[in-house]
């Protein structure tokens, strides 16, 4: 991992993984996290969050999702991330952008918590 290309994002999963499949058989996951801003802004001096777009990789060998599998909607997690860059055409126009691309990602909520909250979501 390149130490001047890489960051730790720290928050809670707004929403379930999503799931892209390639033609090669591998899969692209995307995790959509929430961090509160170290801040207060504007009249009721409230504390804003930013909502960041994470991209996985999952090789076609492996079997079910890895992680993945095991985080859902509210979930504390931890992840280590490098920027990427690709390009997308459209209309014969090619735009390039860069997003962060997962490295690793850890659970930072014990198992019992997260299927506690799991049960107040379902009741």
């Avoid at 992840?79 to 490295?103: D, V």
Wanted: with cysteine.
């Amino acid at each position: 991992m390149n130490n001047n290309n890489f960051g730790i994002f720290n928050g809670r999963l707004v929403k379930d993984p999503v799931y892209f499949e390639n033609s090669d058989g591998s899969s692209i996951v995307l995790l959509t996290v929430a961090c509160q801003q170290n801040f207060a802004s504007g009249k009721a001096h409230e504390y804003q969050s930013d909502f960041i777009e994470f991209r996985g990789f999952i090789p076609k060998r492996r079997k079910g999702n890895g992680i993945y599998d095991y985080v859902s909607t509210g979930d504390k997690i931890s992840i280590s991330y490098s920027l990427r860059s690709s390009a997308s055409e459209k209309n014969g126009k090619k735009t390039f952008y860069q997003s962060p691309f997962i490295e690793s990602v850890q659970l930072l909520e014990s198992k019992t918590v997260r299927e506690e909250r799991r049960a107040r979501k379902n009741a």
